[in-house]
């Protein structure tokens, strides 16, 4: 089994910036792949990017040149950096993890850009 929490979620102002965590535990294999998705106010999940165990990453273009993916191996943590923000970033994000045994899921942080 594995679990994922995500935080770091909130309230900011169109231009800002947040950084979203995603916390691993469990039977885990280390470096971890991770993609992060999230859902909007039409309720629409969309796939925002992820991060390969090779360290690879790749984005949704609109987020492309914004947002940021990286690992902290150490802390079995996946980080999303956000910058810049828009309105239509607003969501729910959520990180998932795909391996041979399951889809995991976490339950998900709230994103508010709003002026």
């Known amino acids: 089994q594995v679990q994922l929490r995500e935080s770091g979620g909130g309230l900011v102002q169109p231009g800002e910036s947040l950084r979203l965590a995603c916390a691993a535990s469990g039977v885990i294999t280390i470096p971890l792949s991770v993609a992060w998705y999230r859902r909007g106010v039409d309720k629409t999940r969309e796939w925002v990017g992820g991060i390969t165990t090779g360290g690879t990453t790749d984005y949704e273009d609109s987020v492309k040149g914004r947002f940021t993916i990286s690992r902290d191996n150490a802390k079995n943590t996946i980080y999303l950096q956000m910058n810049n923000l828009k309105p239509e970033d607003t969501g729910v994000y959520y990180c998932?993890?795909?391996?041979?045994?399951?889809?995991?899921w976490g339950q998900g942080t709230q994103v508010t850009v709003s002026s």
């Open positions: 998932r993890h795909t391996r041979d045994d399951g889809v995991y």
